[in-house]
């Protein structure tokens, strides 16, 4: 970057930090509107209610105080025509302005009080000294000008003291110098499939649209040039995915018998009628753990559904079949959770289970770890850490990682790392001359279809769609502060009927030491003024394993009636006989969360209650996430507004993961261009054929790997 015209060294760090770190960065930093200067409305047509790019004269500007604030005002005039601009709060525009320089502003037109027009806090880029005469640089000037005036001009996001003006000048100079021979990554049977513009073409019109462009298409990100950029990016993402896919695929994985002894066994353990639902995965998984080839299954299921068991029963195939089980959680006390519930169901059935966590002694590690290298544990219940710490199975032949959406999709990718790893690391058994393990993720993130193609394309994908019977739908509400007592009136009453209740202080990354503090308050204030009488219980991640342990087992023995807590019991915590669930400053929660953490009651046959507690002012987006929490329980539905409420990046988690954050493509918006992406990619992935040679398909290979090691850094895909 720092090599362009009039860059350098310190604005190139200007730019990576804003995410442009390549000039290839800055050629896909996209307009985010246009503005149509070749045909700007004269003031004398507009009509109040219409958006409208007008450029004029600045007739008189000033800055009035009033009590509430500084308004700043702007007459801009086209001949007699005039159009009133008002900025509140816009000290800052003081000096900006003078009488007779040339301005575009950008804005909702509305009628004002004396019946004429105006636009309140316009955007507003001042064209005035593009006019000037003289200077040394005539010629600059002169083109500099063609570029803000008599054309559809592309806006830019502002970034810090670069204007969308600079963007506009430094782009088009980078367009200009492109090398025009670079050839297309993408085998021209691809492109014509879907009639792709070139890309040199797509990238200048993108930036600069032809005149006769349609406002709509480039507002909607629809033109020819557009789609060329977004099927671009997703494209090579979908070859990475499909290649990765098929080479598992190729791999040698452990084809496990399902016999009539295995069937028996799995049926042995179940402590209830399956839901069909689950009898139905269960076949899909049992399918691909037959196969010769490495399973690499997602299974999602709404919070509740019940994938601990299909998991449990897809372990016994392979302890059946004589290989070990990693079952591996994001946290410990999920870990502990489920090796809690494996030991009523799976040892009892005479299965060997060990738990091996961070925090265990180190005396008592170095055993597990003898157990699980011997081969005598069967099955290996753990925090990640058990993976990413070398341990050697003596012959591994399942891996369950469960609630994957807390990993992260990158660390889901290197934890498949990590298996190849344990694999390699595995001590050598004549049996079997190094199979792959099988792989079964489980996530409660409801993703859409078409979405889980794009960031698990390499994965196939079951789904838990239906809940087990008995369960009646938490009733939400939304409830102000001030009536806590009311609230804990109401807790008072479940549990004198015989059930216990969660209290939630939502853990916010950032200030995590303040909201422990918080959790701490709250249990010491419940303890020792509200409920006297019963036994409060506090639980966080920073307590000691063995106090986690302890309040866990304690909880769910009934012993502590209600259970003060940060969001690690978001997920997998079961406690059937836990029916309150109070969330405290709920409003500053993600819906995702909100969820999870809701699906930790309503577990059980009796009604249950979630009260979302708001303090305060709440945002309008934070309105809206609780009164979706009141209205819906299907995580579906409230995945989609979660994902319509944040967005792509911050959806999938893209902050803590790193994840695919695209820099023109939007999955939600462009569905069927990731749908074509996928098919485009298997055909070039099962080529050459009559329209598609071995170059082009080497070529769109090289190209594919580079993007994937520049974005997600795993340069051994492929
Ligand atoms: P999740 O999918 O959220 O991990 P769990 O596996 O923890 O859900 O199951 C939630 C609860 O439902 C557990 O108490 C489990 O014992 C119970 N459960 C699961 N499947 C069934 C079923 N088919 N019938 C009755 N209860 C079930
Ligand atoms: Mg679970």
Not at 4 to 33: N, W
Not at 513 to 524: G, S
Not at 665 to 670: E, L, M, V, Y
């Amino acid at each position: 970057m720092q090599y362009v015209k009039g860059i350098g060294p310190r604005l190139a760090e200007v730019l990576a930090a804003k995410g442009l770190a390549t000039v290839d960065d800055l050629l896909h930093y996209l307009p985010f509107r246009y503005e149509d200067r070749l045909n700007p409305r004269s003031v004398a047509e507009l009509r109040a209610g219409e958006m409208a790019t007008v450029i004029g004269e600045v007739r008189n500007s000033g800055l009035f105080r009033t009590r509430r604030m500084p308004i700043f005002q702007l007459t801009m005039g086209q001949g007699r025509a005039k159009l009133k601009c008002i900025w509140f709060h816009a000290a800052y525009l003081q000096d900006r302005f003078q009488a007779g320089q040339m301005v575009a502003l950008y804005g909702k037109v509305e009628e004002d009080r004396d019946g004429g027009l105006q636009i309140m806090q316009p955007q507003f880029e001042i064209l005035g000294d593009i006019y000037e005469e003289g200077g040394a640089d005539e010629a600059e000037k002169k083109a500099a000008a063609s570029l803000e005036i008599g054309r559809i001009v592309p806006i830019y996001e502002s970034t810090g003291k670069l204007t969308p003006r600079w963007f506009r000048q430094k782009i088009r100079w980078v367009l200009e110098n492109l090398n025009p021979d670079l050839p297309d990554p993408i085998p021209a049977a691809v492109r014509s499939h879907l009639s792709l513009a070139p890309m040199r073409e797509a990238l200048f019109k993108a930036h600069w649209p032809d005149a006769g462009e349609s406002f709509n298409d480039l507002q909607a990100s629809r033109t020819a040039a557009h789609i060329r950029l977004i099927f671009d990016e997703l494209f090579f993402i979908e070859l990475g995915l499909e290649l990765k896919r098929r080479e598992q695929k190729a791999q040698t994985g452990i084809a496990f018998s399902l016999n009539d002894a295995v069937r028996a066994a799995i049926k042995k353990i179940l402590p209830f009628h399956p839901t069909s639902a689950q009898k139905r995965v269960l076949k899909e998984i049992a399918s691909d753990m037959q196969k010769a080839c490495p399973m690499r299954r997602l299974l999602q299921g709404d919070v509740g559904s019940g994938k601990t068991i299909v998991a449990f029963q897809a372990a016994i195939i392979a302890i059946e079949n004589g290989y070990q089980v990693a079952l591996m959680a994001p946290t410990e006390i999920l870990a502990q959770q489920h090796y809690f519930s494996a030991r009523q169901i799976l040892e009892r059935a005479g299965y060997r289970i060990v738990l091996l966590t961070g925090s265990l002694e180190q005396d008592r590690k170095r055993d597990v770890r003898r157990h699980i290298k011997q081969g005598n544990a069967q099955l290996v219940i753990g925090t990640h850490a058990l993976i990413q710490d070398r341990v050697e199975f003596e012959n591994l032949g399942l891996v369950i990682v469960d609630e994957q959406h807390r990993f992260g999709v990158m660390q889901r990718l290197k934890l498949m790392r990590k298996t190849d790893d344990a694999r390699v690391e595995r001590a050598p058994s004549p049996a079997s001359a190094d199979p792959e393990p099988d792989v079964l993720v489980m996530t409660a993130t409801p993703i859409p279809r078409t979405l889980a193609l794009t960031l698990y394309g390499d994965l196939d994908v079951s789904v838990l769609d239906e809940l087990p019977p008995g369960r009646t739908p938490v009733v939400t509400r939304s409830v102000a502060d001030e009536r806590s007592p009311e609230v804990w009136e109401f807790v008072r009453k479940q549990i004198a009927a015989g059930h216990q209740a969660y209290v939630v202080y939502p853990v916010i990354e950032e200030n995590e030491e303040r909201e422990l503090k918080a959790a701490e308050q709250m249990h010491r204030q419940l303890r020792e003024k509200i409920f006297t009488e019963l036994h409060v219980g506090l639980l966080h991640g920073r307590l000691d394993a063995s106090v986690k342990e302890r309040v866990m087992r304690e909880f769910q023995a009934g012993k502590i009636e209600i259970l003060v807590a940060t969001t690690v019991i978001e997920v997998g915590v079961d406690v059937p006989n836990a029916t309150v669930m109070v969330i405290e400053h709920a409003d500053r929660f993600g819906l995702a969360q909100l969820h999870q953490l809701r699906g930790r009651i309503g577990r059980g046959a009796a009604k249950s209650y979630c009260v979302l507690m708001r303090g305060g002012k709440v945002s309008e987006e934070g309105e809206r996430r609780l009164d979706a929490m009141v209205r819906s329980n299907d995580g579906f539905q409230i995945a989609e507004l979660d994902l319509e409420l944040r967005g792509p990046g911050e959806f999938f988690g893209t902050r803590q993961a790193g994840i695919p954050s695209f820099r023109v493509a939007n999955i939600i918006r462009d569905r069927e261009l990731l749908e074509a992406a996928k098919r485009e990619a298997a055909f070039v992935i099962s080529g050459p054929n009559a329209e598609l040679s071995n170059g082009e398909i080497d070529r769109a290979l090289r190209e594919m790997r580079s993007r994937w090691a520049a974005s997600y850094g795993l340069v051994e895909v492929g």
